[in-house]
Every structure is written in C-alpha cells, then in structure tokens.
C-alpha cells in the first residue's frame, strides 16, 4: 500500500513538473525537483524519472541563456511601444503562458494597438483557449469576444475551403498561388475575432487571388480567375 502511495504520489509531481517546463515557467521546476531531491527517501525509479526532468530543466536553462530570452516585464514595455516593438513582443510572447499576463493583453487591446500585433495577440488567446472576455475597437467598431471561443485562422471554414479553391484555381501558377495565400492569410488574421463562413470561402479566395494578381502586373490572369470563380463548385461540394 505504501509502494501505491509513493509511485501516485511520483507521477503527480511528475506532471507537475513536465507541465511546468511545457509552460516554460523553469523556476517553478527547479524549484519542485530541488524540494524532491532534498527528501532523504526516494523510490528508485522515481528517482530515476526526476533526474531525467532535472536534465530535460538543465537543457531549457541553456537554451533560454543562449537565446537571451527577454523578461516578462520587458516584453509588456516592449507592447506599448511603436508598431515593430509591438509586433516583436507579440511574437516573443507566442511561446509563453498567456493566462498570467489577461489583465495587460486586455488593457492593451482596449488602447488601439497596433492592427496587425492585435491579430497575432488575438490567434495567440485562441489557440490557449483563455477564457476570458476582451474588447477591441476595428474601424470604429467595438468588438467583445472570449478568447477561447475565436476561431483560429487556419481552423476555420472559410479559410480552409477558400484556400482549397485557390489550389485548384492556380495549380499551374505556383508563384502566384504563394503570394494569394500570403494575401489570404493576412484578410483573415486582420478579420479576427470574426471568422469567415464557408459562404463566403469562394469570395475570399477570389479576392485575395486577383490582389495577388494585380501585385504581380497579370491583368489577363485578373478577368480569366472571375470567369474560373465563377463556374467553379468546389464550395459546393466541401462546403
């Protein structure tokens, strides 16, 4: 009963610690293996298990010192500044935990930020399902959402079924085909916390197909893609 005990009680502090490292939140592990090895019993596969997580902490510790790996407080300065600064900390911030900063990212979104930093921060609370309610104001209108119940881009039906469309429609122009989807991934972030529907997948890649178009100078790709868009039933039949 005592072997349970101590082996229930391993793989709890086990978890603990994978998920503090998962979450980068390295002094949290140090700190939980430090009081583990400081214990004068330890069962010898349990043992065996921590140490591998104190090489796995070890690892992480080199990697942050490598990659001078900016603060938190820093990175929340950095929010404020001008539209590179703030673009450059919301890409820092992709790899953090979220949920210890809502308070800031919801001060910030609310004081019209950058719109192309506020889309990233927008998929970023998304993806880490946050729960919490946000404001946003986007061309003179103000928007409130939960975090976890936004799309992320490359999840939602629109953007899946328009980039299918553009697949089949420039299959034999791959440059151009690269340049639309770089087009139509930018509509939809900018459209975040709204998503497109599978209704209006056809009219997204559309568009974003003749920006691509008129980018690259191809006036006569333009009216033969609306005349391609409009016999295609590739929505149709995914939608």
Known sequence: MAFLFFMNYYDEIKTEIEQALDSGNLEEA???????????????????????????????????????????????????????????????????????????????????????????????????????????????????????????????????????CMNQWLGKEPSLLEIAKTVLVSRCYMALPLSYEASEAKELALQSCLEAAEAMGMQKLKERLKGIAEQDETVRKFA
């Open 30 to 164: 140090r700190f939980l293996l430090k009081r583990e090895f400081s214990m004068p019993y330890i069962p010898e596969d349990a043992e065996q298990q921590l140490r591998q997580l104190e090489g796995r902490l070890r690892y992480c510790e080199a990697e942050k010192r490598e990659h001078g790996e900016q603060s938190m407080e820093h990175l929340l300065h950095q929010l404020k500044g001008r539209p590179a600064s703030q673009l450059a900390a919301v890409n820092a911030l992709a790899d953090r935990n979220l949920r210890t900063i809502v308070p800031q990212i919801q001060d910030w979104l609310s004081k019209d930020p950058v719109p192309e930093a506020a889309a990233m921060m927008i998929e970023l609370l998304a993806e880490q399902e946050i729960a919490e309610e946000f404001t946003i104001q986007k061309n003179g209108i103000e928007y409130t959402f939960h975090g976890d119940a936004v799309t992320p881009v490359t999840r939602s039906e629109g953007f899946r079924l328009a980039l299918n």
